[in-house]
């Protein structure tokens, strides 16, 4: 079916518009606040775009973590710290410019390179599947001191996080 | 399945690198940065998963790592977002220029 495959292409791509479209609403925005929710709806695009690449779970991780915990953590740090955003504070520096011209010079030199290069795509890459017990089998050999190493990190995060936002004790300051 | 060409998912994560590079550099709001560093952080698990799907024989690789890279960007949201917090109780400014006890 060409034409329901050509439609569904034409999705992806339409998909694909929308997440560049609310990623420029992150950065261009005057309230953090609507910028917090325009990341919310490019993470969740980018998970579709993940479902399109057939890697499902990495989709719901995606908006678990993603969706439901960095974006929540930074909304409450918008809120602690809300009545400084108001609408006459500059929100960018002046180096706007600059940085549009030193971004198209990148840009210009990747996409060179993306186009030209032969990329490799073999069928039997395209093909093959990846099953959640693919991933967990990967991820509990090959990937196993990886993995210790993050869950470490993650409690020393955990500790330093409420170590940094707590008060300070009333004998220190 | 659909198949898209490789470059136009190269394209797409580099376009949203780029944006999000863009948001980090001229951002006064240090929580506005952050947020771009996630943007960045989505373009990089972006072209993993694009290749582990199109061009490795070993196609759990890319997806292991999209997860360690998801795990440390949750990880450096906290951090980060702890020291914004500590930094506004202390200075009571969350703007980047306004920050310069250690600049020349």
């Known amino acids: 079916m060409p034409i329901l495959e050509m439609a569904a292409k ?3 791509y339409a998909v694909m518009g929308v997440i560049l479209i609310f990623a420029l609403g992150v950065v261009t925005l005057r309230n953090l606040f609507h910028c917090a929710l ?8 980018i998970a579709s775009i993940y479902v399109v690449l057939q890697a499902e779970y990495l989709a719901g991780v995606q908006i678990l973590l993603y969706v439901g915990a960095v974006v929540t953590l930074v909304i409450f740090a918008i809120m602690l710290t809300e009545h400084l ?10 180096q706007s410019p600059l940085a549009i011209m030193a971004l198209l010079g990148f840009m210009a030199l990747i996409g060179t390179v993306i186009v030209k290069t032969p990329w490799p795509v073999t069928p039997a890459a395209l093909a093959s599947k990846v099953s959640v017990m693919g991933l967990g089998k990967a991820l509990m050999g090959a ?13 020393a995060v955990l500790v330093g996080t409420v170590i940094i936002a707590k008060k300070d004790t009333p004998e220190r300051s | 399945m659909i198949v898209l060409p490789l470059s136009h998912i190269l394209i797409f994560s580099l376009l949203l690198f780029a944006i999000g590079l863009y948001g ?33 024989l070993a196609p759990e690789t890319g997806q292991i790592f999209a997860f360690f890279v998801i795990a ?11 020291i914004v ?3 506004y109780r202390i200075r009571k400014t969350v ?10």
């Open chain 1, 10 to 12: 034409f999705g992806v």
């Open chain 1, 38 to 45: 325009c990341l919310a709806a490019a993470l969740i695009g």
């Open chain 1, 85 to 94: 955003a108001g609408k006459t504070v500059r929100q960018n520096n002046s």
């Open chain 1, 143 to 155: 990937y196993v001191f990886p993995f210790e190493v993050i869950s470490i990190l993650l409690i």
């Open chain 2, 24 to 56: 980090a550099l001229v951002r006064r709001n240090i929580i506005g940065i952050l947020i771009s560093i996630e943007l960045m952080l989505n373009a990089a698990n972006v072209n993993l998963i694009a290749f582990s799907k199109y061009t490795s």
């Open chain 2, 72 to 82: 440390l960007a949750a990880a450096a949201a906290a951090v980060g977002l702890a």
């Open chain 2, 85 to 87: 917090l500590a930094l």
């Open chain 2, 95 to 104: 703007y980047t220029d306004e920050v310069n006890l250690l600049k020349w």
